[in-house]
T-cell receptor, first 107, second 115 residues
Framework: GENVEQHPSTLSVQEGDSAVIKCTYS??????FPWYKQELGKRPQLIID?????GEKKDQRIAVTLNKTAKHFSLHITETQPEDSAVYFC??????FGSGTQLTVLP | EAGVAQSPRYKIIEKRQSVAFWCNPI?????LYWYQQILGQGPKLLIQ????????DSQLPKDRFSAERLKGVDSTLKIQPAKLEDSAVYLC?????????????FGPGTRLTVL
């Protein structure tokens, strides 16, 4: 089955800086890569996704890049704000989630 | 548009007891998922339904967990008997078609504590 590895497990950045979270996957058949944000005690919410026919997708301060050859995809958050603090999960094929990244944006 | 509804939101039971969770997906969504999220981990898929049929239950511990979606709408997940390691948040999600590129919408979850 699919194996999704996510790094780093924790990330602290200063407000206004950029944050990057990376995931690698094992199943070459994977064709859809969503990213979820989960605030403490709340449900995961989709923030951005990318399909395998594109290499990059952007939505305001959030972007996702995909490298199919290397089997990895990354979440980029620019101009971070304190409200970006949360746990971020990537997911791959067969609905396999990464282990999560706790992002803390320091004011 | 109403979201995915789950109940109860919290449940505390003793080991060896049984418990059931209920989920009502977004209206018109054919696919329903149950996930287990242990503290500090990502959600793990337990079972996926397409209408009232099971698509994937490979990670469901069938000796103690069961799930049904009788009329292709609401679903229940049952644990009997519960173990300490079942303490987790149980998330229900739904999607319109259930294809590999379909967006999933999550419910608020049920936090289960097994003592």
């Amino acid at each position: 089955g699919e194996n999704v590895e996510q790094h780093p497990s924790t990330l602290s950045v200063q407000e206004g800086d950029s944050a990057v979270i990376k995931c690698t996957y094992s199943d070459s058949a994977s064709n859809y890569f969503p990213w979820y944000k989960q605030e403490l005690g709340k449900r995961p919410q989709l923030i951005i996704d990318i399909r395998s026919n594109v290499g990059e997708k952007k939505d305001q301060r959030i972007a996702v890049t995909l490298n199919k050859t290397a089997k990895h995809f990354s979440l980029h958050i620019t101009e971070t704000q304190p409200e970006d603090s949360a746990v971020y999960f990537c997911a791959g094929h067969q609905l396999t989630f990464g282990s999560g990244t706790q992002l803390t944006v320091l004011p | 548009e109403a979201g995915v509804a789950q109940s109860p939101r919290y449940k505390i039971i003793e080991k060896r007891q049984s418990v059931a969770f209920w989920c009502n997906p977004i209206s018109g969504h054919a696919t329903l998922y149950w996930y287990q999220q242990i503290l500090g981990q990502g959600p793990k898929l337990l079972i996926q339904f397409q209408n009232n049929g099971v698509v994937d239950d490979s990670q469901l511990p069938k000796d103690r967990f069961s799930a049904e979606r009788l009329k292709g709408v609401d679903s229940t997940l049952k644990i009997q008997p519960a173990k300490l390691e079942d303490s987790a948040v149980y998330l229900c999600a739904s999607s319109l078609l259930g294809t590999t590129t379909d967006t999933q919408y999550f419910g608020p979850g049920t936090r289960l504590t097994v003592l």
